[in-house]
């Protein structure tokens, strides 16, 4: 059997070389701010971009940021920003984001960098529930790790509430289940169920406790039954 070594590192060193990557995705050009999705340079010759959602992403280390801030470990080198100011410089240009259609809440998911252009989850401008659910669970993460006179703290709480309402609506499915894609005007983009929407399930759970409302807590719970 492998046994894989011991590292040596302490776990000071880890957290401080975890930074270091996210300190090289970190950009920040006038009011756009956020972590690239993958390196300026990359094998994929995928034009810089941040994206939200997908198992982490920008939001996530904005949260982890946060909860970082007055880490003893996290110490910021000379000219570098800290990690609260990365976090609250990439929350504050997503929550300046414009609506992806007149009423309905869904947040773009992508932001390429030299086009200043903002897209769905598809070219097609579809919305992909799974993502959805996953850049909601991240917003209400970071509101929960920041401090309650944080900038735009109540910007994102906004948002969230207004997501919140939207998936308890009648009009967001079709079904029990949230449906694998939207449009941007909220409309289910298929009839079929997709249980990618459980990361919505999860989003609603989140923003329900953390707005202190249990009817939509109750109401997520509903949709796994």
């Known amino acids: 059997m492998l046994v894989p070594p011991i590292s040596r590192l302490t776990p000071e060193q880890v957290i401080a070389a975890k930074l270091n990557v996210v300190r090289s995705r970190f950009v920040q050009e006038g009011d756009v701010a956020g972590f ?23 939001e996530r280390l904005a949260a982890t940021l946060l909860e970082l801030a007055e880490s ?3 110490p910021s080198p000379p000219g570098s920003p800290s990690p609260a ?33 903002w897209e769905a989850s598809r070219a097609d401008g579809r919305f992909h ?17 920041a401090a309650e006179d944080a900038p735009r703290r109540q910007a994102a ?25 939207w449009y941007a005007d909220g409309r289910p983009a298929e009839p079929s169920p997709s249980t990618g929407g459980v990361a919505c399930v999860s989003a609603l759970v989140w923003i329900g406790r953390l707005l202190g ?9 509903s949709r796994l039954e």
């Open 72 to 74: 003893p470990f996290a």
């Open 36 to 58: 690239l999705d993958v390196p300026e340079v990359n094998r994929y010759d995928s034009p810089r971009h941040f994206q939200w959602g997908w198992t982490g992403q920008s």
């Open 157 to 181: 709480l906004e948002r969230l509430r207004r997501a919140a309402e939207f998936l308890t609506e009648g009009r967001c499915s079709t079904a029990d289940v949230f449906p694998a894609f």
């Open 85 to 117: 100011a990365m976090a609250h410089a990439s929350l504050r240009f997503f929550t300046l984001q414009p609506a992806g259609a007149p009423g309905c809440p869904l947040p773009w998911v992508k932001y390429f960098l030299d086009d200043r252009r």
């Open 213 to 221: 409302k249990p009817e939509w807590v109750q109401a997520a719970a």
């Open 129 to 145: 529930s799974r993502q959805v659910g996953e850049v909601l669970s991240q917003l209400a993460l970071c509101c929960e790790a």
